[in-house]
């Protein structure tokens, strides 16, 4: 019987530790005076070979573009791209916090890279030090968050004028995963 009573305890422990990581602990909603005055958006994945881990940070002088592989980085050396960002284009970032998207950035959704698949997480910072996030596994986060992505995407890829350091990534290497061909697609 003590054996068992045992057992039980062990049990409803690692259930409601389970249940309390999987939820993750709420942001401090920033007052209405802060400003946004950075955004991280990254991807990662476990078991991986090559540049797996990306991370895009935008704040009012550059854009900053970082892909490390967590195992190999004598093979494969960390690429760091930094641009210039414009006013207009910082004040489009700016903008794109909106309501919708903090509500969406509830901090983790589910046990992300739990099963090896590949996480995204995304990071607002405001100018009173507070951070809002969210991670999830890729693909399966809220669709506020989706479309943010995306136009953060398309404000990352505007033309502009870049610094290089290491091998520099190639074009859309952090928001996308190569495109592949389906096999009636190939020339013969």
Not at 17 to 39: D, E, F, M, R, Y
Not at 74 to 79: F, G, L, M, N, S
Not at 110 to 134: A, H, L, M, N, Y
């Amino acid at each position: 019987m003590r054996h068992e009573t045992w057992i039980l305890a062990i049990a409803l422990g690692l259930i409601a530790g389970n249940s309390l990581a999987q939820t993750g602990p709420q942001s401090i909603k920033p007052s209405s005076a802060t400003k946004v005055v950075g955004v991280r958006m990254g991807t990662y994945a476990g078991m991986c070979i090559g540049w797996c881990d990306s991370e895009t940070s935008f704040n009012s002088k550059s854009i900053v573009v970082v892909n490390k592989s967590p195992g190999d980085p004598k093979r494969y050396p960390e690429q760091k791209m930094t641009t210039l960002i414009t006013k207009q284009d910082w004040n489009d970032v700016q903008n794109l916090v909106d309501a919708t998207v903090l509500a969406a950035m509830s901090g983790r959704i589910g046990c992300p890279g739990c099963v090896d698949e590949r996480v995204q997480w995304i990071e607002v910072e405001f100018s009173d030090g507070t951070k809002k996030g969210i991670s999830y596994n890729q693909g399966t986060g809220p669709r506020a968050i989706a479309d943010f992505l995306a136009k953060l995407g398309a404000i990352e890829t505007r033309p502009r004028p870049s610094r290089s350091e290491g091998r520099e990534p190639p074009s859309g290497a952090l928001e996308s995963p190569p495109s592949v061909e389906p096999p009636a697609a190939r020339k013969k």
